[in-house]
């Protein structure tokens, strides 16, 4: 199971997208190893978005350090909306 945040990156919030992309790679690499004589299949599956409280429930949200005060930063524009509850 991956995601579609597996095959391009978001800012802000890169390390779910490094997480899906490792079982991307496995996949590819494994497939591509696989010799077809053995009837060995390999598919990735990659749901799009699905609207969870999993921000809610699971943030822990600390200070903003000085260096990402800036509201025009990635990360800042994701603090925003985590913020919201609507938006999760």
Same mark, same amino acid.
């Given at each position: 199971?991956?995601?579609?945040?597996?095959? /391009?990156?978001?800012?802000? #919030?890169? %390390? %779910?997208?490094?997480?899906?992309?490792?079982? /991307?790679?496995?996949?590819?690499?494994?497939?591509?190893?696989?010799?077809?004589?053995? =009837?060995?299949?390999?598919?990735?599956? /990659?749901?799009?978005p699905?609207?969870?409280?999993?921000?809610?429930?699971?943030?822990?949200?600390?200070?903003?350090?000085?260096? %990402?005060?800036?509201p /025009?930063?990635?990360?800042?524009?994701?603090?925003?909306?985590?913020? =919201?509850?609507? #938006?999760?």
């Amino acid at each position: 199971m991956s995601s579609d945040s597996g095959i /391009e990156a978001s800012t802000a #919030c890169v %390390y %779910y997208p490094a997480s899906k992309f490792a079982p /991307e790679a496995l996949s590819e690499g494994l497939a591509s190893e696989l010799h077809s004589d053995w =009837n060995i299949k390999v598919t990735i599956l /990659e749901p799009g978005p699905i609207r969870t409280k999993r921000f809610i429930a699971n943030a822990i949200i600390g200070p903003v350090r000085p260096a %990402y005060t800036d509201p /025009e930063l990635s990360t800042m524009q994701l603090r925003g909306l985590l913020s =919201n509850t609507d #938006c999760v």
